[in-house]
T-cell receptor
Framework: AQKITQTQPGMFVQEKEAVTLDCTYD???????LFWYKQPSSGEMIFLIY??????QNATEGRYSLNFQKARKSANLVISASQLGDSAMYFC????????????FGKGTMLLVSP | GAGVSQSPSNKVTEKGKDVELRCDPI?????LYWYRQSLGQGLEFLIY????????KSGLPSDRFSAERTGGSVSTLTIQRTQQEDSAVYLC???????????FGPGTRLLVL
């Protein structure tokens, strides 16, 4: 089974609207972390937001927020007030365990923001 | 401060040649990672360094791939006898330690003809 599932290959949104990018995960470890990265056409992976499995509150970073629903094992990224510069690939990733763990990435969602 | 840097940005090589890819992590980051991203795919983990040692090499696809890290800083990923299926973007990331957020470099785009 895939550890990270991103079911939306592509999403379209109009500028200034909000958009939700879906991510579900699979782990039996009670300690884990969830990350979202943005990859514009330039190729660099840009860290956006992090949610720990024990965090009580949903993470927020500026226009980015993470809708963390632990029982459903989902960690959706919400981008408010979309901007043209938000057009990019978005990857959800997970780190498992308390010690070292590599990141497991989903296949990504391509977001296109139109004027 | 400076982010993760990688060189070269692009590399075109002929099948059978060896290539070296370089990564300079963020200063003070003890953990360093190499990933590979094939066209339209997610990221595939290759190897993890903590300091100069590599406790996790599980992602290296074959013995043609090797990596080293010196002085707890710069890392080099070497691919020997390159094959066309090695064509991909090779991304390096670093973090304060093996659990903290990973920050990525701009990648090296490798094309094997």
């Amino acid at each position: 089974a895939q550890k990270i599932t991103q079911t939306q290959p592509g999403m379209f949104v109009q500028e200034k609207e909000a958009v939700t990018l879906d991510c579900t995960y699979d782990t039996s470890d009670p300690s884990y972390g969830l990350f979202w990265y943005k990859q514009p056409s330039s190729g660099e992976m840009i860290f956006l937001i992090y949610q720990g499995s024990y965090d009580q509150q949903n993470a927020t970073e500026g226009r980015y927020s993470l809708n963390f629903q632990k029982a459903r094992k989902s960690a959706n990224l919400v981008i408010s007030a979309s901007q043209l510069g938000d057009s990019a690939m978005y990857f959800c990733a997970m780190r498992e365990g308390r010690g070292y763990s590599t990141l497991t990435f989903g296949k990504g969602t391509m977001l296109l923001v139109s004027p | 401060g400076a982010g993760v840097s990688q060189s070269p940005s692009n590399k075109v090589t002929e099948k059978g040649k060896d290539v070296e890819l370089r990564c300079d992590p963020i200063s003070g980051h003890t953990a360093l990672y190499w990933y590979r991203q094939s066209l339209g795919q997610g990221l595939e983990f290759l190897i993890y360094f903590q300091g100069n040692s590599a406790p996790d090499k599980s992602g290296l696809p074959s013995d043609r791939f090797s990596a080293e890290r010196t002085g707890g800083s710069v890392s080099t990923l070497t691919i020997q006898r390159t094959q066309q299926e090695d064509s991909a973007v090779y991304l390096c990331a670093s973090s304060l330690d093996g659990r903290e957020t990973q920050y990525f470099g701009p990648g090296t785009r490798l094309l094997v003809l």
